[in-house]
Structure formats: C-alpha cells, structure tokens
C-alpha cells in the first residue's frame, strides 16, 4: 500500500543508508597472521607497526614500511639519472608487485597514509596500475577518499586516475566522500572535471541505487550537498528502489536544513515516488507539521493523489496542527472543489 510506504521511516534505518566502504581488511601481516577488521567504516588501524611486512602476492619479499620508502627513493634517483625511457628493475617490482589482498604498491602506501610515498609512486606509476582495484574493487582513489588524503586525491585526479570505477557496493570515490563527510576529497574530485566525466559521476548510482546527492542527504552532509548542487548535481534525480529524490529522502530524516536547502535551490516539491507519494505526503503521512508547513509554503500541491489515491489531507489522521494547513476552500470531491456549490 502506498499509504504505508509514506508512514514508514525506512530511511532511517542505517541499513538503507549508503555503506561506503566495507570489510577493510589489514594487509599487513606479522609473522603471525593477522584478522582483517569486520567494518571499513569503524575506527581505523593507523597501521603504525613498521617491522610488520608487506608480503607481496608472489610471496617471495617481506616489504617493510622503510624498505618501501626506500624502493621507491631509489627508483626516483635512478630514474632521475639515466634519464632514459627504461625502466629500472625496482620501478619494475613496484608496478608488478601486487598483494594477496590484490593491492597494488599504491594502495598500501595510501593504507599507511604515507603521503610522501604515495605521491612519488603516482607519479612513476602509469594511468593503467593508478585504476587497479583489489579484491574488494577498491581503487587507490576509493582508499584515498576515505582516510580524507585530499592531497593524494588531488593527484591521482591530476594524473587522470578514473573517477567512475565502482567498489564492490557499487560506490565511486565520490560516493564514499558523500556518506563520509570528506568534503575537502569531494571537491577535488568535482573541480577541474570535465562536463560531461561529472555529469556521469553524478548520476551514477551504487547497487542500492542511490546516486551520490542521494548519499550526502542520508548522512546530512550538508556542505557536500551545497558543493554538488553548485557542481549542477540534479536536484530532482531519483534513486532507483523507489524513486525518491533527494528532497522526499531529507523529509523522511526530518532535516530541516536540507529541506531548506533543497527547496531553495529549486527542488520539485512536488516530484513523486514510483508509488506516487511526494514529500508532503511523506510529511504529513510522518505527523511532521513543521516540514509540511515548509512544503506548503513552497507552493507544494495539498491535493494530489498517490497510487492509492489518497492526498496528503487523507494521511492527517486528525492531527489539528497539520489540518490547519488545509484550507477548507482547496477541499475538493471527486476532483472538483467545493466552493461555490449549494447543497
């Protein structure tokens, strides 16, 4: 029943919500293994051990966070030297050196926030080894964007590293900015993007089908929702379970502020979900008089029907403070208004 659905406050559920990215799994083993942590999203390792070793996914080397460093100095300097188009052979071990984990060298650089390193590995690396993804479809830029390394970012986007690569819940790195809060990641990865890349980075959608203003709505992400709207975001785009925009999804959270933010900025305060709700049926069906008065105020239309044919007035339930938004003369029967017909 579509009035059911506008009650519900499914949204508020964290299991609807975007995950971002899970099951962060340590890649650095000592000599007894280690458990990967249950969840990306918890606290963080912050991976400080460097007599823990790195073991490649050929098994043959145990790579130390100072071995690492050194690896990669030596090849800038040898690089830098000969400058020749070869590639010396420890360049050679860092683009084929892959983890067990599927990680590139790039990626644990990134894990232990070695920033220097990471710099340095993006530049000798091409744009091909910089769009690897692990076991889990994570890219260097999708670990980047979560520890909140706006500078590493800023690179591997400089460098032309992919923008729509999606993890294994369907996210981009843009996404895992939204639910996150990496507001200084999240510009980076919007400015200095072409039209159209941006246009569909924007419009992608996870596999909860929830596209990236869907995701910064959900977790109140209210500078990020400015810096997408400013970026042409479309404000009316739905996600693809039921059809909701960002607006019916900021209703349901009762985030005033992004309710007004949204409004303002010229959302459809009347879109409608696949059952036909819109968010003032959302509201009221919710007994929310403060948001629906916001709604009304902005021109929201009391009388539209939703797939059960019920307008927001029907989904009152006798609240006074909600009915006092409806003025008698809007009252219509059978779609036509009462006023002006003797009884």
């Not at 690896?71 to 030297?81: F, K, M, P, Q, R």
């Not at 400015?191 to 909860?208: C, F, G, H, K, M």
């Not at 910064?216 to 693809?240: F, P, V, W």
């Amino acid at each position: 029943m579509a009035s059911d659905d506008c009650r519900k406050d499914d949204l508020l559920d964290d299991s609807r919500a975007d995950s971002g990215i899970d099951s962060f799994r340590s890649i650095l083993k000592s000599e007894e293994a280690r458990q990967p942590s249950a969840d990306f999203g918890g606290a963080r390792d912050k991976f400080s051990a460097v007599d823990e070793r790195l073991d490649s996914a050929y098994g043959s080397s145990s790579i130390t966070v100072e071995s690492l460093t050194e690896i990669v100095e030596d090849c800038t300097l040898s690089s830098a030297a000969k400058q020749e188009k070869r590639i010396c052979e420890q360049e050679e071990n860092l683009l084929t050196t892959i983890t067990e984990d599927g990680d590139t060298m790039l990626h644990l650089a990134i894990i232990h926030e070695e920033e220097v390193i990471a710099q340095q590995l993006i530049q000798l690396f091409p744009k091909e080894v910089l769009d690897i993804q692990n076991n889990l479809y994570q890219s260097p830029l999708h670990l980047a964007t979560y520890l909140n390394l706006s500078a590493v970012v800023k690179g591997l986007v400089g460098k032309g590293a992919s923008l729509e690569l999606q993890d294994q819940d369907g996210n981009t790195a843009l996404h895992v900015a939204c639910q996150h809060g990496q507001t200084d990641c999240a510009s980076e990865l919007v400015t200095d993007v072409s039209q159209s890349l941006l246009a569909l980075v924007l419009e992608t959608q996870n596999w909860r089908g929830l596209a990236c203003l869907h995701v910064a709505a959900l977790n109140r992400q209210h500078q990020i929702l400015t810096l997408l709207s400013k970026m042409g975001a479309d404000l009316n785009i739905q996600e693809g379970t039921s059809g909701k925009t960002a607006l019916h999804l900021a209703v349901e959270l009762r985030d005033v502020a992004s309710v007004k933010f949204l409004l303002s900025r010229g959302a459809n305060v009347d879109a409608t979900m696949f059952n036909g709700c819109t968010p003032l049926h959302l509201a009221v069906g919710r007994q929310d008089a403060a948001i629906a008065n916001l709604l009304c105020q902005s021109g929201a239309d009391m009388m539209l029907r939703n797939m059960e044919d019920e307008t927001a007035l029907d989904l009152a339930d006798g609240n006074d403070d909600i009915l006092a938004l409806f003025p008698f003369d809007d009252i219509q029967i059978s779609g036509r208004s009462v006023v002006g017909v003797n009884f």
